[in-house]
Every structure is written in structure tokens, then in C-alpha cells.
């Protein structure tokens, strides 16, 4: 293996299956071996430069079949994706921060001056993806506006004006979560699809793979920037080896896009902190909680922690129709919260008490409710002496906040 002087990274093929099942979505058998060539001598691209032409003419050798990875930036480029910003600072960070906020959809997490952000595209990376790096002094550079349609114009316009059936992707560089180091991954994809699907396949012991979903495009990106590098000016590499569509473009790389349904990590730990602790300071009761009309069941005080509760949430039995044993025989959960009559600053601290209880229920996915004492019998529930009761928490029960 040799850099982009010329040289050509070359890898073996090989196959999760034994035969017995049906191949594999995308790559539809094992390639015997695939090669990975720089394209030398592209130059520098500005506005409105014709990108195919570019590449065919640096790219003579250019075969059916070929995958090109072309780096994001000189589609930026050839696009006018390009935005004018001072040479000086401070002027120069402001205008940063002002196209910055333009092209973030949501902050994701921010340390110092560093900013994880989603772009409208709903890709998530450092700064969205806005590059000072080989561009003149004066300009930054955004991604693409539709980096899977850029592709799939460059395809078509490979095969209608130069007779080429080619797939393209367009890379992107990219930091990982736990991981150091940054890689090229695909953010635009046309001709080839985005993942292979190992799902229902056998392994070669027998076992049925579940989740394997290779990012085909991806791994393709990162092979590819073994021969771009970063400083020598060689923002296309070619692929050649492995199967491509014969027709149709694919889902493109959107399809590599995980939805916030299935995002366990939208936010970084700090934001999502803040964000839990805003919910915690305004959970609401659903309008009204509908209890079982069942006989009333006496239920002891102490089934919270005696340690997390003030003075002012002393342990009382509560006696409340309503707060009854449920079908499986367990009893509702509920704590009588009073304060000594006529001390409002009591009483703040014991509201205050129970709303951080709910809180720390609520992160650990149980559900509370907040029962007025107009809302229960209490009639024979002893209250300390001078105490005023001022409702029944109700554990396991109610609605959870959206956190």
C-alpha cells in the first residue's frame, strides 16, 4: 500500500454466510479482491466548475463499475457552497458562529469552543461539518446541500455525457463517539446501496444474525481516504472490485441516518442533564387519575427511603379510598406529606421534597402522582400534633414526563 503519489490500496473479499441462506442484500456475492486508486491532478475547483468533467479528464482510465469517492468539499465547492468571512478577529469567530447557527438544526453537545451539532441534513458532527481547511483564508466551507442528490447527479452525468456506469460517493470527515481519531464516512450515495444486510442470515456455526447491518458506504469512504490523505490535494479515489447497482441509484447515504426513535445518545451527557433537570422542575398530573373503586387499604409511610425525607415528611399511615391493593395483590405505594399548620416555610420545603422524590422516580422510569388531600379520606389517618396534611404522594401511579 502507497499514498496518493499513485499508489493502490488492495484488500481480499470475503463472506459471513455458508451457502445455506439467501445472500446478503447489496453486495450480492464475495468479491475475490478490490483495489483502491487515487485520481491525480484535479486541481484546484471553484464555483461552478464542471465535476465530472474534472475527473474524467484527470481519470482517462476510468472503467464501468467503478465506485468514485469524491470528498464532500470540492462538491461544496463546484456548488458555490462557499460563504465569505473576515480575515480578523474577533469579526472573523462571530461570522463563524453566525453560519454556524444557521446550519444546526440542534446542539448535541458543547464543550468550550467546540460545538457537536445536527445539521439540517440530520447529520451529526463537529461545527456542522464547516471547514477553513484548502480554502482560501477568507472563506468557509459548507457541505452540500443535498449531498445524496449531488451524487446521483454526478452518476448520471458520468453516464450520459461520458458513457460511464459508475456509483459515487460523497465523504464527509468525521469524529466517532468513544472513539479517538477521526474517519471519512459517506454522507451522499448513488449506484450502491448503503448497507448490506446480514439480517436472517446464518452464520457459518448456524446462528441467525439479528442486527448486522454493514454501512457498506462508510467502510468505502474510510478505505478510500487511505489514498486522499488530507494535504496532498487528492480529493477522489476510485474503487474497483466490487459490484455496483445495475440500475436505479439506491436509497442514497440518508438511509445511514439513525431517527431519534432509535437514538439512545441524542444528547451529550451535559445537555442531557439539563435537559432532565428542566423536566424535573415541571412534571404535571395528568387532569385527573382515575383510581380503581376498590375497598381502602391502610398503607404504611415508610416505603420510601426514611433518609431522603425531611422532618416535615415524617412517616404516617395513610387510610385513602382510592390508594387500594392492585390485582396482583401488591399494595399502591403512598406517603401522607403534611407540615406543621401555619408555617408556609415548612410546607414550601415539603412541596419542594416531594418534587424532587417524583424527580428521581421519574429517572429511574417509575411513575408518581400528586393526590390533594381534597381528593382522599383521611378520616382516622393520625397527623402529628399541629401538623396540617398537605396531600398523598402516590408511587406507581400516574404519568411519566417526556424526558
Avoid: C
Avoid at 69 to 85: F, P
Avoid at 160 to 181: C, I, S, Y
Amino acid at each position: 500500500m502507497s499514498g496518493p503519489e499513485g499508489g493502490v490500496v488492495s484488500g481480499p473479499g470475503a463472506g459471513p454466510g455458508d451457502g445455506t441462506t439467501a445472500p446478503p442484500t447489496g453486495f450480492q456475492s464475495a468479491p475475490a479482491g478490490f483495489e483502491v486508486r487515487p485520481v491525480l491532478g484535479i486541481g484546484e475547483v471553484r464555483p461552478g466548475d464542471d465535476l465530472a468533467a474534472l475527473i474524467t479528464t484527470a481519470a482517462p482510465w476510468l472503467a464501468d463499475g467503478d465506485i468514485l469517492v469524491v470528498t464532500s468539499k470540492i462538491v461544496s465547492k463546484s456548488e458555490g457552497q462557499l460563504v465569505d468571512v473576515p480575515l480578523e478577529e474577533p469579526a472573523r469567530e462571530a461570522a463563524r458562529q453566525t453560519v454556524l447557527r444557521a446550519e444546526t438544526s440542534r446542539v448535541v453537545a458543547r464543550r468550550g469552543g467546540t460545538q457537536i451539532v445536527q445539521t439540517h441534513h440530520g447529520f451529526v458532527l463537529a461545527s456542522a461539518g464547516i471547514d477553513a481547511s484548502n480554502v482560501e483564508p477568507t472563506r468557509l466551507v459548507l457541505l452540500p446541500k443535498d449531498p445524496d442528490a449531488s451524487a446521483r447527479w454526478l452518476r448520471d452525468e458520468f453516464r450520459e455525457r461520458f458513457d460511464l456506469r459508475v456509483a459515487v460517493v460523497v465523504t464527509d470527515t468525521m469524529g466517532r463517539p468513544w472513539r479517538m481519531g477521526l474517519t471519512d464516512v459517506a454522507i451522499g450515495a448513488a449506484g450502491i446501496d448503503a448497507m448490506t444486510d446480514y439480517r436472517g442470515v446464518l452464520d457459518p456455526y448456524g446462528n441467525e444474525l439479528q442486527l448486522t447491518q454493514m454501512a457498506v458506504v462508510d467502510e468505502l469512504a474510510a478505505a478510500a481516504d487511505l489514498v486522499k490523505g488530507k494535504t496532498g490535494q487528492v480529493p477522489v479515489a476510485v474503487v474497483r472490485g466490487l459490484p455496483i447497482r445495475p440500475d436505479g441509484h439506491g436509497t442514497g447515504a440518508a438511509a445511514l441516518i439513525r431517527g431519534a426513535d432509535a437514538d439512545l445518545f441524542s444528547l451529550g451527557t451535559a445537555e442531557a442533564v439539563a435537559k432532565g433537570l428542566r423536566a424535573a422542575a415541571d412534571i404535571r398530573d395528568t387532569p385527573a387519575i382515575a383510581f380503581p373503586e376498590l375497598p381502602p387499604h391502610v398503607l404504611p409511610a415508610h416505603v420510601l427511603p426514611a433518609h431522603v425525607l425531611p422532618a416535615a415528611l415524617a412517616p404516617a399511615p395513610v387510610t385513602a379510598a382510592g390508594l387500594t391493593t392492585d390485582a396482583g395483590g401488591a399494595a399502591d405505594r403512598a406517603l401522607l406529606v403534611w407540615a406543621p399548620g401555619g408555617d408556609l416555610r415548612r410546607a414550601v420545603e415539603a412541596g419542594m421534597e416531594v418534587q424532587r422524590i417524583r424527580a428521581g422516580l421519574a429517572a429511574d422510569g417509575v411513575a408518581s402522582a400528586w393526590v390533594g388531600v381534597d381528593q382522599v379520606d383521611l378520616s382516622g389517618v393520625d397527623v402529628p400534633e399541629g401538623g396540617m396534611p398537605l396531600g398523598v404522594l402516590v408511587v406507581g401511579r400516574g404519568s411519566l414526563p417526556s424526558l
